[in-house]
């Protein structure tokens, strides 16, 4: 099962980690952007082309000491159908190295508009008889609409053994003014979303004790991580907010099982954008060196903390 490919990956790097993908072209070095602009204009074309070169670079760098990247599509989005090509050949390119890809996607509509997403990031797309396999393993989703919307990806997560993070506690500042909302109970918002991502797991349970159907949980929320961790045994979680949002290693202990695992900790700029910080400044055309560099120092901050 995904999950327990995931885990083993996790175990053997021995590094809970996911590059997150989320390329911008002011942290891009010049001297790719120069290349490509000598050849052709500055166009969304030109743009895809750059950060195509950026990201295959970062990957190479990194993928034999992680188990997974993470591209955000609203960064390749911006670009047209030149930057949606380069997402999915990034999502290709990650594939080829052996990673495991998390689209962080987060999309949440209506159950046919839902099928249709899930066709395209982790099912398949049936094309007058001819079927198209996607090739993400895992995709993030919002499950504010309730279990239509999701039900459609949980379909696709069991004929292709695919997986999604389910938004339950973000780790942006204002999450608490839906998330933290007290219900009848006075249970939170974000606790019986929790319940359903259990729920709608249960079915999707490998070897390793975790589900295909994982949470996301900010690491700016260390308490509620904790109390998510207890009440969802067997769901794996994605975690954002490490280092450039404020999260720190120490505050992640929380969400771990008793076997020490139970998360995975995205990086994004920290590692990307690692070549342009202070502590791994160098000349622009080694930003690889520094983005490798950046994981393993994060790895060694994660063996130490948690």
């Known amino acids: 099962m995904l999950i327990d490919k995931l885990v083993k990956k996790i175990k053997t790097l021995n590094a809970p980690i996911v590059v997150g993908l989320d390329p911008r072209l002011s942290q891009i070095p010049g001297y790719?952007?120069?290349a490509v602009y000598e050849a052709q204009e500055k166009t969304p074309e030109a743009a895809a082309e750059i950060i195509l070169t950026f990201n295959q670079?970062?990957?190479d760098s990194v993928c034999d000491i992680v188990?997974?990247?993470?591209?955000?599509?609203?960064?390749?989005?911006?670009?047209?159908?030149?930057?949606?090509?380069c997402y999915f050949r990034t999502v290709e390119y990650a594939?080829?190295?052996?990673?495991?890809?998390?689209?962080?996607?987060k999309r949440g509509d209506i159950a046919s508009t839902a099928e249709a997403y899930s066709n395209a990031h982790i099912g398949m797309t049936n094309i007058e008889g001819e079927e198209f396999t996607a090739s993400t393993d895992f995709i993030?989703?919002?499950?504010?609409?309730?279990?239509?919307?999701?039900?459609?990806?949980?379909?696709?997560?069991?004929?292709?053994?695919?997986?999604?993070f389910v938004l339950v506690k973000t780790s942006n500042p204002s999450s608490s003014q839906i998330q933290d909302l007290k219900t009848a109970d006075e249970r939170p918002?974000?606790?019986h979303v929790g319940d359903l991502v259990s729920e709608w797991g249960r079915g999707l349970i490998g070897e390793s004790g975790f589900s295909n159907i994982g949470a996301v949980?900010?690491?700016?929320?260390?308490?509620?991580?904790?109390?998510?961790?207890?009440a969802m045994p067997h769901t794996f979680f994605l975690v954002p907010g490490y280092g450039a949002q404020g999260g720190k290693a120490a505050d992640l202990s929380g969400?771990?099982?008793?076997?020490?695992?139970?998360?995975?900790?995205?990086?994004?700029?920290g590692i990307t954008g690692a070549f342009l910080s202070e502590k791994y400044k160098s000349n622009e055309k080694d930003f690889a060196q520094a983005a490798r560099a950046a994981v393993l120092d994060m790895k060694a901050d994660l063996e130490a903390n948690l």
């Open 140 to 164: 993030t989703v919002n499950p504010y609409m309730g279990y239509d919307s999701i039900e459609p990806y949980l379909s696709d997560c069991k004929k292709h053994d695919k997986g999604l």
């Open 255 to 269: 969400m771990l099982n008793k076997d020490g695992l139970g998360i995975i900790v995205n990086n994004s700029r």
């Open 95 to 105: 594939k080829s190295k052996g990673l495991i890809v998390i689209g962080d996607i």
């Open 189 to 191: 918002v974000y606790a």
């Open 57 to 59: 670079a970062i990957i």
């Open 32 to 34: 790719i952007k120069d």
């Open 217 to 230: 949980v900010g690491a700016t929320h260390p308490e509620e991580g904790k109390i998510l961790r207890d």
């Open 67 to 85: 188990p997974a990247v993470k591209p955000q599509i609203a960064m390749y989005e911006q670009y047209g159908a030149a930057g949606i090509s």
